[in-house]
Antibody, heavy 122, light 108 residues
Framework: QITLKESGPTLVKPTQTLTLTCTFS??????????VGWIRQPPGKALEWVAI???????RYSPSLRSRLTITKDTSRNQVVLTMTNMDPVDTATYYC??????????????WGQGTLVTVSS | EIVLTQSPGTLSLSPGERATLSCRAS???????LAWYQQKPGQAPRLLIY???SRATGIPDRFSGSGSGTDFTLIISGLEPEDFAAYYC?????????FGGGTKVEIK
């Protein structure tokens, strides 16, 4: 059974750095073709892809957020960490982590965490 | 970047009716790697369709996807009460990955 769970602060101040951790089970990020990504959703708005890291350590970022993001993995601890610098109130959103496969068949985000709401406010 | 435009924004229908949701891409989606998700309030998205037309595990056959290139459709053949939700398309054939703006299916 594959599960993912997001953890991190629920409230951050403007200009601060956000660090979110995705802890997963039921698969390994050392398996070829596995990816874990982050997707966010501001209240009442649409989903927005943020970043993804693959088992081969390939990292991809949203072009609009790239300068502020870092994604890393700790394979031994089954965790993926996302850091986002210079937080702004417009970054207030529910942040989800999700797993996908890029080995055949190539799959979209198949398994999702429950999400964590991050509010940016002074 | 591939921009996905979903229409309509809101669909008001009665249980038992057929729902037709559209997702149009600004350029051709590589290998028709187009997915549909369902999201209910307070819940994470759930994968319904991948590869434009393949149902994910456990998805009822009243959900069907079709299309290729730049035009894709999700059909719900007879709405059940639990189908009233938001639906998002996503292309996963090229980076950056992108989502559509969503269609809300509401009870008329």
């Amino acid at each position: 059974q594959i599960t993912l769970k997001e953890s991190g602060p629920t409230l951050v101040k403007p200009t601060q750095t956000l660090t979110l951790t995705c802890t997963f089970s039921g698969f390994s990020l050392s398996t070829s073709g596995v990816g874990v990504g982050w997707i966010r959703q501001p209240p009442g708005k649409a989903l927005e892809w943020v970043a993804i890291i693959y088992s081969n350590d390939d990292k991809r970022y949203s072009p609009s957020l790239r300068s502020r993001l870092t994604i890393t993995k700790d394979t031994s601890r089954n965790q993926v960490v996302l850091t986002m610098t210079n937080m702004d109130p417009v970054d207030t959103a529910t942040y989800y982590c999700a797993q996908r496969m890029v080995a055949q068949p190539v799959m979209p985000f198949t398994y999702w965490g429950q999400g964590t709401l991050v509010t940016v406010s002074s | 970047e591939i921009v996905l435009t979903q229409s309509p924004g809101t669909l008001s229908l009665s249980p038992g009716e057929r729902a037709t949701l559209s997702c149009r891409a600004s350029q051709s989606v590589t290998n028709n790697y187009l997915a549909w998700y369902q999201q209910k309030p307070g819940q994470a998205p759930r994968l319904l369709i991948y590869g434009a037309s393949s149902r994910a595990t456990g998805i009822p056959d009243r959900f069907s996807g079709s299309g290729s290139g730049t035009d894709f459709t999700l059909i719900i053949s007879g709405l059940e009460p639990e189908d009233f939700a938001a639906y998002y398309c996503q292309q996963y054939g090229s980076s950056p990955l992108t989502f559509g703006g969503g269609t809300k299916v509401e009870i008329k």
